[in-house]
């Protein structure tokens, strides 16, 4: 099993310009998550979505976009890059929405907007 | 709103010293989670605490969850080198999403 895989790895935006972060898990989960990180701070959740078809906001949802078509795919998309979106962007899934349950994550992508 | 601070952010020690690192709230969890994440990968789960006053152990790792739910610690006992890493703590904010809420990490670095 490959796990939760992410593409790609990095990216160089300039300002205005739209991309999007794919996201895929060979897991079978029906939970998927979008997280930011920035330097020194904790993972911010960006979306979330439950399964296929169904998607919801998270913590810091603005300038972005999901869509959750199958099972295995959680593409995240930057309409409208900002250098505030310069970021760390990390993708995970779980089997199940139980509190204690354990999410995998990507390897990330580090995108830079300039 | 939910708030899960750690302490310290970051810790650089000697091969073979002990160390712990705190999470706290002032919110009740129904569960912790401690991840350990490595430089360019994503977070691993190291261990769920769920019940009051739990201790877990994981070889030189001891993990205990607060009496009252609202915080957590991490002890390390003769930290090695391969120990480095980012220490994040993690709490759900709903019982059925699976939602987390991250602290802002401990950056630990063991020097040999």
């Known amino acids: 099993n490959a796990g939760v895989t992410q593409t790609p790895k990095f990216r160089i935006l300039k300002i205005g310009q739209s991309m999007t972060l794919q996201c895929t898990q060979d897991?079978?989960?029906?939970?998927m998550y979008w997280y930011r990180q920035d330097p020194g701070m904790g993972l911010k959740l960006i979306y979330y979505?439950?399964?296929?078809?169904?998607?919801d906001k998270g913590e810091v949802p603005n300038g972005y976009n999901v869509s959750r078509s199958t099972t295995e795919d959680f593409p995240l998309r930057l309409e409208l890059a900002a250098p505030s979106q310069t970021s760390v962007y990390f993708c995970?899934?779980?089997?199940?929405?139980?509190?204690?349950?354990?999410?995998?994550f990507g390897p990330g992508t580090r995108l830079t907007v300039l | 709103t939910q708030l899960l601070e750690q302490s310290p952010q970051f810790l650089s020690i000697q091969e073979g010293e002990n160390l712990t690192v705190y999470c706290n709230s002032s919110?009740?969890?129904?569960?912790l989670q401690w991840y350990r994440q490595e430089p360019g990968e994503g977070p691993v789960l190291l261990v769920t605490?769920?019940?009051?006053?739990e201790v877990k152990k994981l070889k030189r790792l001891t993990f205990q969850f607060g009496d009252a739910r609202k915080d957590s610690s991490l002890h390390i006992t003769a930290a090695q080198p391969g120990d480095t890493g980012l220490y994040l703590c993690?709490?759900?904010?709903?019982?059925?999403?699976?939602?987390?809420?991250f602290g802002q990490g401990t950056t630990l670095q063991v020097k040999p």
């Open positions: 995970a899934s779980s089997s199940s929405g139980r509190a204690w349950n354990e999410q995998f």
């Open positions: 897991m079978n989960h029906n939970y």
């Open positions: 979505s439950v399964g296929a078809g169904i998607t």
């Open positions: 919110s009740v969890f129904s569960s």
């Open positions: 605490v769920v019940t009051g006053g």
């Open positions: 993690a709490g759900p904010t709903s019982s059925n999403t699976g939602k987390l809420i």
